[in-house]
């Protein structure tokens, strides 16, 4: 029997199964031919849509092919029936043309080099996955902190994140105004370390990897509403973030559940279900903070990958210490009149991002809500 899928379907548990000649396969069955299917758990709202013709290939490379959609940012049907139902969707043109790629690329590396010679503090270090983080860990890094700093200089990057088409996208996906809503998060970028292979453990941002199944489930209902959206913006081909698609959607399985309180962080550490969201130079994913999710890092392959999140300012003020942990080495520098001289003139939200958030850190701080409940956001 070939390995092949002529159709994907949905039993009545929540299952991935195949049909194959007209044939149903069992799960055991197609279990033995080195599918996944008895692993895809989802619901019937997030199903991908069936082929109109017979699929070759296996049961990965359809959701793969299905959940990693591509699409233009003015599809915007698309982009957010993507990420409702996957919990990611592959968006392109947020990047205005080949001369703005290029000034993101410099900023980035210069923003690489005065980290790495020690001249920038602000940084992620090899062998810690989350904040604090400081040189006696490690001296190699997988990231730089607070890109729009003023002190960097780099007005490149505050010009793209505050920049309307990323703020039109934002507020799509997570149902929230630009005018009224969206707050500034945090705008970090991604690198490859120097001599070190490294990985992330799978988690979700902000939800205890050690919670039952009860309080999951509670937590991932509370955080659908005003949960602000994620993203990671390719300068150069990227293939290190891996996710399980709808995973934002439920619980984990057992098998997901062990991975997860293991903290297992070996690059070589697979998760059932879990797919790459490959990024061409320009292109960006966004994604659900709480989708199960990974980062891998490779010193081969060059990275330069802005790392973003939008937040929303209906949000539990509680949920304010994802964010402050990460301010706390630098301050909330947003307030600072060096860094609104940097807010691009085109977009008039900008600044009333920047002083919702400015205003949801005062009013955090002042009851007490200055560390994460779990990870990062």
């Known amino acids: 029997m070939p390995n092949d899928v002529s159709i994907v379907e949905l039993d009545a548990d929540g299952l991935f199964a195949l049909v194959s000649g007209g044939n149903r396969l069992r799960q055991d069955t197609a279990a033995r031919y080195g599918t996944s299917a008895d692993i895809f758990r989802t619901s019937s709202c997030c199903l991908p849509s069936l082929p109109s013709r017979p699929f070759q290939g296996s049961i990965n490379d359809y959701i793969i092919q299905t959940m990693t959609q591509k699409f233009h940012y003015s599809d915007r049907d698309s982009i957010v029936r993507s990420f409702r139902e996957a919990g990611l969707v592959v968006v392109q043109g947020l990047i205005a043309d080949d001369t703005q790629l290029d000034q993101l690329r410099n900023a980035a590396d210069a923003v690489v080099e005065r980290t790495r010679s020690q001249k920038w503090p602000y940084k992620r270090t090899v062998g810690k996955q989350f904040p604090p983080w400081n040189d006696e860990e490690s001296p190699d890094i997988w990231g730089a902190q607070h890109i729009m700093h003023p002190a960097l200089a780099q007005p490149a990057f505050a010009s793209f994140y505050f920049s309307t088409p990323m703020t039109e996208i934002v507020g799509l996906l997570s149902d929230m105004s630009p005018d009224e809503h969206t707050m500034a998060g945090l705008h970090n970028l991604l690198v490859e370390p120097l001599n070190h292979r490294f990985?992330?453990?799978?988690?979700?941002?902000?939800?205890?990897?050690?919670?039952?199944?009860?309080?999951?489930?509670?937590?991932?209902?509370?955080?659908a509403l005003y949960g602000g959206v994620q993203w990671n913006l390719a300068l150069y081909h990227d293939e290190c973030l891996f996710v399980v698609p709808s995973s934002h959607l439920r619980t984990r399985?057992?098998?997901?559940?062990?991975?997860?309180?293991?903290?297992?962080?070996?690059?070589?550490?697979?998760?059932?279900?879990?797919?790459?969201?490959?990024?061409?130079?320009?292109?960006?994913?966004?994604?659900?903070?709480?989708?199960?999710?990974?980062?891998?890092?490779?010193p081969k392959s060059k990275r330069r990958t802005l790392h973003g999140a939008h937040l929303d300012c209906r949000a539990d003020i509680s949920r304010a210490g994802g964010l402050l942990q990460h301010f706390k080495p630098c301050g909330m520098y947003y307030a600072q009149p060096e860094f609104l001289r940097t807010l691009p003139v085109d977009n008039p939200c900008a600044k009333r991002m920047v002083d919702r958030v400015v205003d949801w850190a005062a009013r955090a701080t002042g009851s007490g809500f200055t560390e994460c409940v779990q990870e990062d956001i």
């Open 199 to 223: 990985a992330l453990s799978w988690h979700r941002d902000t939800i205890k990897s050690n919670v039952d199944e009860d309080e999951e489930r509670q937590r991932l209902a509370s955080k």
């Open 253 to 298: 399985t057992p098998i997901e559940r062990q991975i997860t309180t293991q903290a297992l962080n070996s690059p070589t550490c697979e998760m059932p279900g879990g797919i790459p969201a490959t990024l061409a130079p320009g292109e960006a994913v966004f994604y659900d903070p709480e989708i199960l999710h990974r980062g891998t890092y490779d």
